[in-house]
T-cell receptor, first 111, second 113 residues
Framework: GGIITQTPKFLIGQEGQKLTLKCQQNFNHDTMYWYRQDSGKGLRLIYYSITENDLQKGDLSEGYDASREKKSSFSLTVTSAQKNEMAVFLC??????????FGPGTRLTVL | QQKVQQSPESLTVSEGAMASLNCTFSDGTSDNFRWYRQHSGKGLEVLVSIFSDGEKEEGRFTAHLNRASLHVSLHIREPQPSDSAVYLCAMSKFVGDNSKLIWGLGTSLVVNP
């Protein structure tokens, strides 16, 4: 088995701040994903990456940057945090199109 | 636009009584359908993945797929209080070598002792 680790678990930021979230997986999966989960809106795909140094936009990429530094890690940057924003950011990985395995999430609050 | 609708929004059952959750989707050509569970404050845990019409069982969790009626359900046998969580349905379509998931909004299940 493997595990997906997300850091930090909780992130509190200020309006306009640039914030970075990190994700590590030891499944040796090729593909990694970043989702945003908002109450009442389900999961929305922000970015995904099919291999090291690859980056593909999802449905919600505006306002975010991402970086796949190596096969095991995928980071997400909120380029300018929005006031009163609250959401959970979930990282996932999969072997190509197979089941996606999820990390525990990073909970973002912007003051 | 592809959509996934889940019902009911919330469900309360007693321990040991069967729990049934439903998902309807707009595109019958999707590759497969997945049920995930999310305990409060936790990530998502995959329960069952099904691509053929009929039934697939994983322990106490059974998914039923009927592509013609655009419907997939999840039945939880002998639910326990620890099964209290949000259950999410997702349909998957292959895009190249990878898959794109379209998600429902979830059913919140409470299992009372």
């Amino acid at each position: 088995g493997g595990i997906i680790t997300q850091t930090p678990k909780f992130l509190i930021g200020q309006e306009g701040q640039k914030l970075t979230l990190k994700c590590q997986q030891n499944f040796n999966h090729d593909t990694m994903y970043w989702y945003r989960q908002d109450s009442g809106k389900g999961l929305r795909l922000i970015y995904y990456s099919i291999t090291e140094n690859d980056l593909q936009k999802g449905d919600l990429s505006e306002g975010y940057d991402a970086s796949r530094e190596k096969k095991s890690s995928f980071s997400l940057t909120v380029t300018s945090a929005q006031k009163n924003e609250m959401a959970v950011f979930l990282c996932a990985s999969s072997h190509r199109g197979r089941e996606q395995y999820f990390g525990p999430g990073t909970r973002l609050t912007v003051l | 636009q592809q959509k996934v609708q889940q019902s009911p929004e919330s469900l309360t059952v007693s321990e040991g009584a069967m729990a049934s959750l439903n998902c309807t989707f707009s595109d019958g050509t999707s590759d497969n359908f997945r049920w995930y569970r999310q305990h409060s404050g936790k990530g998502l845990e995959v329960l069952v993945s099904i691509f053929s019409d009929g039934e697939k069982e994983e322990g106490r969790f059974t998914a039923h797929l009927n592509r013609a009626s655009l419907h997939v359900s999840l039945h939880i046998r002998e639910p326990q209080p620890s099964d209290s969580a949000v259950y999410l349905c997702a349909m998957s379509k292959f895009v190249g070598d990878n898959s794109k998931l379209i998600w429902g909004l979830g059913t919140s299940l409470v299992v009372n002792p």
